[in-house]
Each structure stands twice: as C-alpha cells, then as structure tokens.
C-alpha cells in the first residue's frame, strides 16, 4: 500500500507541474488583474486549458495517493513538482538544462529519499475528530487569510508571488487533509456518505481557493519566487496536519540527523534551482 502511494504522488507531482508550467505561460500573456475576471480571461487560453487538465490529473492521484499511504508521505513526495516543472519548462522553452541545475535537481531527488527513508512516516487512521478539525481549520484559513491582506500591500513583484504562493500552499495542504477524509468515506461507506459528509464540500472550497491563489501567485512574479514556498510550504504544512489530525508519525531520535540533512539537501536543491537556472525565470513571460 505505501508503494502505490508513493507511486500515486509522484505521479500527482509529474501532473500538477506540467499544470503549473502552462498555467503559468498562460498567465504571463494576460494583464494584471485578480479574481473571477482573471480565471474568465484566462479560460480562453488553451495553454491554461491543459494547466488545468494537469491539476486535475493532480487531484486523482493525489486522492489515490491519500487512500493508500499517510498525508505525512504523500505530500512532501509533491515537493518533486518542482524539478518535474523544471523538466517540463526545457523542451517547452527549448533551453538547454546546465551542469547546475542537474546537480540541483539530483539534490531535490536524493534529499527527498532520504528524508522520507529516515522519517519513514506511518499512521493508519483516515478520520479526524472536530475538536481536532476546528483548531486545524481556524489555524490554516486564519494563516491564508493574513497572506492575502500582506500580498494587497505595495510590495515587490516577487515578495506577492513568493506570498500568495504560501497562501496556495497552506490552501493545498488543507485540501488533502479534508480529501484524506472524504476519499475514505467514499471507499468505505460509499457515494451516499461521500457526498453527505462535509469535508467533501471543505475540499472542493479549499481546492478551488488554492487554484484561484495559485494563479495570482503566478501572474505576480516569476516561478522562482512562487514554486518554493509552494513545495516546500505544502510539504510542511501537510506534515503538521498529518501528525496533528491523523495521529501520523515519524521516526525520532537518532533518525533526525539523517532527516535534517535530507530536509537540508531540498531546500539547497529548491534555492539552487530557482537561483542558478535560467529556466525557471523564463516562465515569468
């Protein structure tokens, strides 16, 4: 089961980054704007259409995933959007990928490995208690809520999309824990139950915010300041609600070293990527 989940995640990272690489080159070609008017200019763009066929193709892997494995597992595996994104930016830009940005990405990869080895995250619950949900809730839309207030202010292109990628991430970590839950009761008590219980209504909510902050954050400034906080914000956040909703865990003690140099591997290969390859500043149109 762990192995399809992890499979189902690296699948869902390959999709929702060829969707961030086409939303992204749709939405440099717009003018500046937010909101519904931004996704109605948008909807017009093929290269939006097939962003948004990944990010759906996203959201089924990721229900798989979820169904299978813990979210503390299948979360940060979508921290591989980012090289995923990359990959796919090359040919799209027909660029050339240097010595670098291999180093880089091999840093992601191998970081991710080993933290994921290390930690080995376990937890066999599905549901969550609402003494747990509330604060869970209050503390994630109360965190997107202070993001988009910051991201209003006069600031620097890359401080809003660096921001409202955070929003997004918060947004998207929320999303699989409430998807987490629906995807069991879809499995175990079927369609009826499914369509009664509210975390599915909280995820279709909280996706469709994500989606909206997603696309702000990337017609606010480059890949390069949004990509980040999105990875690297989903896969902590995630791993936060996983220990705090699902009652999931991860190895401790003398395993921490182990994980603290794979976390320290990704962020290298995160900030390397988004410095050092020209690529990933390209897809800022």
């Known amino acids: 089961m762990t192995i399809l989940a992890a499979l189902f995640a690296v699948l869902g990272a390959a999709s929702n980054a060829l969707g961030t690489v086409f939303q992204r080159k749709a939405a440099s070609t717009v003018p500046s704007g937010g909101g519904l008017r931004l996704i109605l200019t948008l909807a017009r763009k093929p290269a939006w259409l097939i962003g948004i066929g990944g990010v759906v193709g996203a959201a089924l892997f990721q229900a798989l995933a979820l169904l299978n494995g813990p979210i503390a597992l299948v979360q940060p595996l979508f921290i591989m959007e980012l090289p995923f994104a990359l990959l796919f930016a090359i040919p799209l830009l027909h660029r050339r990928l240097p010595g670098a940005g291999w180093w880089a990405v091999a840093g992601v990869v191998g970081g991710l490995s080993l933290l994921l080895a290390a930690a080995a995250p376990t937890g066999a619950r599905d549901q969550a208690s609402m003494a747990r949900w509330i604060p869970a809730l209050v503390l994630c839309l109360g965190a997107v809520g202070v993001l988009v207030v910051l991201a209003r202010q006069k600031r620097s292109s ?77 896969a902590t956040v995630s791993l936060l609600l996983g220990v705090s909703l699902f009652g999931e865990s991860i190895r401790t003690g003398w395993w921490l070293v182990p994980e603290a140099i794979g976390a320290g591997l990704i962020v290298w290969g995160v900030l390397r990527l988004t410095r050092v390859v020209p690529h990933v500043r390209d897809l800022a149109g």
């Not at 987490?180 to 369509?195: E, R």
């Open 158 to 234: 890359l401080f809003r999309a660096a921001v409202l990628g955070s929003a997004s991430a918060i947004s998207n970590a929320l999303t699989a824990a409430l998807l987490k839950s629906a995807t069991s009761t879809f499995a175990d008590d079927g369609l009826g139950a499914f369509l009664s219980t509210w975390q599915t209504y909280g995820f279709a909510v909280t996706g469709v915010g994500a989606v909206l902050l997603l696309e702000n954050a990337l017609q606010a400034g480059s890949l390069a300041a949004s990509q980040p906080a999105l990875t690297i914000g989903d």
